[in-house]
């Protein structure tokens, strides 16, 4: 819709026209159309049939469509396998969210034997180029000492690069630290704030978090954590 009143039958007309020439960038967003119904009648199989002509051109957006799609079982049968082979061929690429979900194939042994500190180097290449949920990821492996010594300060870290982006994650694990004070001090306000923040994004475990953090709180403290919360303002992300 930008320039134009929004259409998706029309930009369907002129993918179509673009992607029948081989154009890879027209081939996978033909295929995102497909895959959520837009301006056509929803279709993974046909997604699935355009992401892998733009795959095949070794577009890494493509690859990591078409490893979703087997990871998921959308328009093909589940697959981990391939959906590990796809998402290795865009991660050589550096595409940051394939590196994410090879890391989370690695983590639970999906398609691969299960490797934690596989898992660790993927989620840490794609959370160095500022894709957020691998700066969860990371967070998560370091709070727990899941492939790396326990270290609540740099879980801490990874959760704010995150919650700095609006990751609704990273802003209810940040809030659980500042609650508990591990890895920063114990600050109510400070948990409030990305508690409130994250739950006004529909989490039900910030709702919980943020209701029962309620109960330790001033009204002064209160007020102030609203206050932080109305005013915070996201960090652009690097991806």
């Known amino acids: 819709g930008q320039g134009v009143p929004q259409n998706y039958s029309e930009a369907l007309r002129w ?29 993974y199989a046909e997604a699935l049939r355009w992401y892998q002509l733009a795959a095949d051109q070794g577009d890494g957006v493509a690859q990591f469509s078409v490893g979703s799609m087997y990871e998921l079982g ?34 639970n042994g999906l398609g691969v034997p299960q490797s934690y500190a596989e898992a660790f180097r993927l989620f840490k290449l794609a959370a160095d180029q500022g894709n957020p949920s691998a700066q969860v990821s990371l967070g998560l492996m370091f709070g727990i000492g899941q492939g790396v010594a326990q270290n609540y300060t740099e879980s801490a870290r990874w959760y704010r690069l995150a919650a700095d982006q609006g990751d609704v994650v990273g802003q209810g694990s940040l809030g659980i630290l500042y609650r508990q004070g591990q890895g920063v ?22 709702v919980k978090d943020r209701d029962s953090l309620l109960k330790l709180m001033t009204p002064a403290q209160i007020e102030e954590g609203q206050r932080r919360a109305a005013s915070w303002k996201p960090v652009e992300g690097r991806e």
């Open 185 to 206: 001090p114990q600050n109510y306000v400070e948990a409030y704030k990305w508690f409130a923040l994250s739950a006004a994004e529909g989490q039900e475990l910030a």
């Open 74 to 107: 959308q328009g093909v049968p589940k697959n981990y396998s391939e959906a590990v082979r796809w998402y290795r061929l865009a991660a050589d690429q550096g595409h940051a969210y394939s590196q994410w979900s090879l890391g989370h194939m690695h983590q």
């Open 15 to 43: 993918y179509l026209l673009a992607a029948e020439q081989g154009h890879a960038g027209a081939q996978w967003s033909l295929g995102l159309m497909y895959g959520k119904g837009q301006g056509v009648t929803q279709n």
